[in-house]
C-alpha cells in the first residue's frame, strides 16, 4: 500500500487509504485511483493512539478497525499526527493533533465529494478525532475505541448528537470499565457500546474482536 503525504498545518504529515475494491475505479493502464463517492459508505479518518507511547497509524487496533471498515465499505485515511513516524513537527499534546486531524477531514472531503465523513480514533486518537468530529458539521458519525476518560475532556462528544459507537476492553487499566459505563449513560442518542471481554487497554490478545466488533457495529448502520 502506498503512503500518502498530506500537507498539515505543521508539515508533511505521513498517511495510507484503505479503499474498499467495489469502489475503485481502474483506468486502461489498469491503475487505480481515487474511488467514486457513491460507491463509499463513508469516508473515515483514523486517529492514533498517544505518540509518547508508541503510537502510530500501524497500532495493531488501529490497522486491524480499518481493515474492517474498509471490508463494510468504508474508504479510510490512517495518518500519523506531527512528529510519529515520518510526519514532520513535535508533538503537541493535543491542540497540533487536532489541526492535524483537521487537515485529514479536508483532505477526505476533497477526495470524495458528497461522500459521508466520519471520524474514528483509539485512545488519545479518540479524543482527537472525536472532538474535531463532533464539531465538524461534515462529520455524520463517530466511533471511539478506548476512551480515556479520566484523561482528557469528553464533554463535546457525550452531548453530540450525531451516531456514536464505542467499543471498550473490560479490564482497561488506564479507563475503568465501570468510568466508560458512567460516560455512556449520560452520553446524548443514538449511541452503541460494545465491551469486549477479557481485554485491556491495548486489546492485547483480542485486536481481532475489536475488527469483528467493527463489522458488526457499522456493517448494518444506515444514515
Not at 84 to 90: D, F, K, P, T, Y
Not at 106 to 127: K, N
Not at 149 to 166: H, L, Q, T
Request: charged share 20%; glycine share 14%; net charge negative.
Amino acid at each position: 500500500m502506498p503512503t500518502l503525504e498530506l500537507t498539515g498545518p505543521g508539515g508533511r504529515l505521513e498517511a495510507l487509504l484503505d479503499e474498499p475494491l467495489d469502489s475503485r475505479a481502474v483506468d486502461a493502464d489498469g491503475l487505480v485511483h481515487a474511488g467514486h463517492a457513491g460507491a463509499l459508505r463513508a469516508a473515515v479518518v483514523f486517529a492514533h493512539p498517544h505518540t509518547g507511547y508508541g503510537g502510530t497509524m500501524h497500532t495493531k487496533v488501529v490497522y486491524q478497525a480499518a481493515k474492517a471498515m474498509s471490508r463494510v465499505g468504508c474508504a479510510v485515511l490512517r495518518f500519523n499526527f506531527r512528529g510519529a513516524g515520518s510526519s514532520a513537527g513535535e508533538f503537541s499534546g493535543g491542540p497540533g493533533e487536532k489541526e492535524d486531524f483537521q487537515a485529514a477531514l479536508d483532505f477526505m472531503g476533497q477526495r470524495y465529494p458528497g461522500a459521508r465523513l466520519w471520524a474514528a480514533g483509539m485512545s488519545f486518537g479518540a479524543w482527537v478525532g472525536l472532538t474535531i468530529g463532533a464539531g465538524d458539521p461534515r462529520v455524520s458519525s463517530l466511533i471511539g475505541i478506548a476512551l480515556p476518560i479520566a484523561g482528557y475532556d469528553f464533554e463535546a462528544i457525550r452531548v453530540s448528537p450525531k451516531p456514536k459507537f464505542f467499543i471498550h476492553g473490560e479490564f482497561d487499566e488506564l479507563c475503568p470499565l465501570k468510568d466508560m459505563r458512567a460516560f455512556y449513560a449520560r452520553a446524548a442518542e443514538p449511541k452503541e457500546l460494545v465491551v469486549i471481554d477479557g481485554a485491556d487497554h491495548l486489546f492485547d490478545g483480542r485486536v481481532t474482536e475489536v475488527a469483528e466488533a467493527v463489522e458488526d457495529l457499522l456493517g448494518d448502520w444506515s444514515e
